[in-house]
């Protein structure tokens, strides 16, 4: 299971040795545009506070990075763990060109930072933009002190702030860590499940029932570290210094499309279709325990795949394939439950349900802290560039380009909809 899909049985999808914190000399052309980035502090292009010597700061910068010859990114393969940090400062890069550009002028990435993204995020098959992976996954690390615990403590578990250097941005990505940290104990649980399903005797449904009530209690503790970010966190803070470097071209309000520089020349290439900011929809372990419980997350009527189809693009391949496994078992858990006499088992199943719909209880709860109660804060002031060019709201959208509230109250009502019990159905609406 380790290597065939990059799960880990203690850690789950987080890598159990540190990331790379930085990259081979052949490389320092890019760490070193990329810090210089943090440390300048730059102010994305539509701040209302924008200042005209932020301004200034942000075009000295990107004339820096268009300077950069075309680096190869040929010597990267040898190890996904160079892949990933290459894609890590090269997805922050790109956020922060893109993201200080002024709201009135076109995007054109230049093939010095373009053409090594695309050929990073080909060889590990993701989209060339920042991902839930990139600042969760492959940015954490632990405290000199606590370096010599394996696997990593939830406690002393580190992540860097990318773009502002905040607590709050920290605390963000903390709070994602611990639950992809947490959730490596539901992925064991799973792959046990699995191997129990096949024997199917008394015993094994035994074991199974047991087994779901500890990923009740586990999807309970992946809630409490989701609330956890709101002692670490002010929502001011993150909705208009932190989310703004998050926003993909599906987010831009004018609709601007982001040119890739350098294409014609490099006819193996061709120009990204994906371009979401990351966002909580592309946690593997929180798409695992949807298709392990059997939560189908509905595609639209018009024939388009759904959101949390689509934010799969944006997981680690690997990821994606232990997805694809859950999702083509013969014998799915739902059905396997339904058909089983066990009362024990029905109600060890509907625990875990229960308790991952709890769980989108609380995500409601941080959409409306983090993003819902600032955002009409701001429009009630009148302040956003998007009410100033439009003149009238529009629908709040997430990091992924999802009209966030209708999205999430979907899904949470799927979720209650999944359970067994013959309760009330909960609407969509």
């Known amino acids: ?6 799960v880990d049985p203690l850690t ?3 890598p159990r040795q540190p990331p790379l914190s930085s990259l081979p000399a052949s490389w320092d052309a890019w760490e070193t545009v990329f810090r210089r980035a943090v440390d300048l502090k730059l102010t994305p292009g539509d701040a209302s506070n924008i200042s005209e010597a932020d301004k200034t700061r942000s075009a000295d910068w990107r004339e820096e990075l268009r300077k950069m010859p075309v680096i190869s990114s040929a010597g990267l393969e040898a190890s996904s763990e160079l892949l990933q940090r290459a894609h890590l400062v090269l997805a922050c890069m790109l956020a922060f060109y893109v993201q200080t550009i002024p709201p009135n002028a076109s995007i054109s990435i230049p093939a010095c930072l373009s053409i090594p993204l695309l050929r990073v995020s080909n060889a590990l098959d993701m989209p060339p933009i920042l991902t839930y992976a990139d600042t969760v996954l492959y940015n954490w690390f632990q405290p000199p002190t606590a370096a010599a615990h ?3 403590e939830i406690p002393t578990l580190k ?6 250097g905040t607590k709050d941005e920290e605390a963000f990505y903390v709070g994602a860590g611990r639950i992809e940290l947490r959730g490596g104990e539901a992925l064991h649980l799973i792959c046990r499940i699995m191997d129990d399903m096949e024997i199917g005797d008394e015993d094994a449904v035994t074991r199974i029932s047991s087994g779901l009530r500890t990923m009740a209690i586990i999807i309970d503790e ?3 570290y989701l609330l956890g970010i709101l002692d670490g966190c002010d929502a001011e803070g993150y909705y208009h210094v932190v989310r703004p470097w998050f926003r993909g071209e599906d987010s831009d309000p004018l609709k601007r499309k982001w040119v890739f520089e350098g294409l014609e020349d490099e006819p193996d290439l061709e120009d990204p279709t994906e371009l979401s900011g990351p966002s909580a929809g592309q946690s593997s372990v929180i798409h695992v325990l949807d ?3 059997g939560v189908a997350t509905r595609s639209p009527s018009n024939g388009k795949p759904s959101f949390m189809s689509r934010m799969r693009k944006y997981m680690p391949a690997k990821h994606r394939a232990f997805l694809d496994l859950l999702a083509t078992h013969p014998h799915p858990l739902r059905d396997f439950v339904q058909n089983s006499t066990s009362q024990e088992l029905h109600d060890a199943f509907d625990a875990s ?3 991952l719909k709890v769980f989108r209880d609380s995500h409601l709860i941080i959409v409306a802290t983090y993003i819902i109660g600032p955002a009409r804060r701001a429009e009630k002031k009148a302040s956003i560039v998007l009410l100033q060019a439009e003149q009238t709201p529009r629908p709040l959208l997430g990091t992924g380009g999802s009209e966030l509230m209708s999205f999430l109250k979907e899904l949470r009502a799927i979720t209650a909809n999944t359970l067994l019990k013959t309760v009330p159905r909960l609407s969509t609406a």
């Open 1 to 6: 299971m380790t290597s065939r899909y990059d």
């Open 222 to 224: 992946l809630r409490q």
């Open 150 to 152: 394996d696997p990593p």
């Open 12 to 14: 789950g999808f987080m």
């Open 353 to 355: 349900v229960q308790a």
């Open 159 to 164: 992540e860097r702030p990318l773009f502002t």
């Open 291 to 293: 298709a392990f419980l």
